[in-house]
């Protein structure tokens, strides 16, 4: 079973950069399709970058622009660089993973059959 851990959160101001890693064990990045979701307080958990087995990628709109998933094949990790960061951007990171390699609903969270336990990022203004 595929295990995942994220890293890379912190605090920033808003404008700055952050970028989050996602250590794949187990199996390799490759194998899965991957992605980056977010839960801010109060709110549902949202699809924020999705890339698939193929390398192909889906952002949500409100970060389009701004973040780029990316994953490295020969360390095993999964990326999400986030830049122009915003206070509305503050929330938990997951990474995610899912044996399929469909391109649909990549950024629907019920797809996914393993998650990390996140990292928390907060943008202040």
């Known amino acids: 079973q595929v295990q995942l851990a994220e890293s890379g959160g912190g605090s920033v101001q808003a404008g700055l950069s952050l970028r989050l890693s996602c250590a794949v064990s187990t199996y390799p990045v490759g194998t899965y399709t991957m992605a980056w979701f977010r839960q801010a307080p109060g709110k549902e958990r949202e699809g924020v970058a999705a890339i698939s087995i193929g390398d192909f990628t889906r952002y949500a709109d409100s970060v389009k622009g701004r973040f780029t998933i990316s994953k490295d094949n020969a360390n095993n990790t999964l990326y999400l660089q986030m830049n122009t960061l915003k206070p509305e951007d503050t929330a938990m990171y997951y990474c995610?993973?899912?044996?399929?390699?469909?391109?649909?609903?990549?950024?629907?969270?019920?797809?996914?059959?393993?998650w990390g336990q996140g990292t928390q990022v907060t943008v202040s203004s």
């Open positions: 995610a993973a899912r044996t399929s390699s469909t391109r649909l609903k990549l950024l629907v969270d019920n797809t996914y059959n393993y």
